[in-house]
């Protein structure tokens, strides 16, 4: 078990991850006191808790933007499969259309 010292607010905090996971939480560590900093500078929060839940609220608030992008890029990637899978169905009775108007046009010349 991996573990990785962060520090958020001013404060260290010792954090276990799995091994392997030591720089991902690393990073994420850094990003959380970035968004922290950011806020705190804003002068939004009133006191500490208030300046952690705030954070809290805006990283989630990221994290909902993120799937809802993902649930409507989904969206649009399901109706161009639609849309290729329909295309490819007319294209195929068109071929069927071609090929049958090639056999009468074939009996037209034979007769």
Avoid: P, W
Avoid at 8 to 37: A, P
Avoid at 55 to 60: E, F, N
Avoid at 65 to 80: H, M, P, R, V, W
């Amino acid at each position: 078990m991996g573990e990785v010292n962060i520090k958020v607010g001013g404060r260290n905090y010792g954090i276990s991850c799995q091994d392997g996971q030591e720089q991902r939480v690393h990073d994420l560590g850094i990003y959380v006191e970035q968004r922290l900093n950011s806020i705190a500078q804003a002068g939004a929060a009133t006191n500490e808790n208030h300046l952690l839940v705030l954070t809290a609220l805006m990283l989630s608030d990221e994290v909902f933007d993120l799937k809802d992008n993902i649930g409507a890029t989904s969206q649009q990637l399901e109706s161009a499969k639609a849309n290729q899978n329909h295309e490819e169905e007319v294209a195929g009775a068109i071929n069927q259309l071609a090929e049958r108007i090639d056999q009468i046009a074939k009996r037209i010349q034979a007769a």
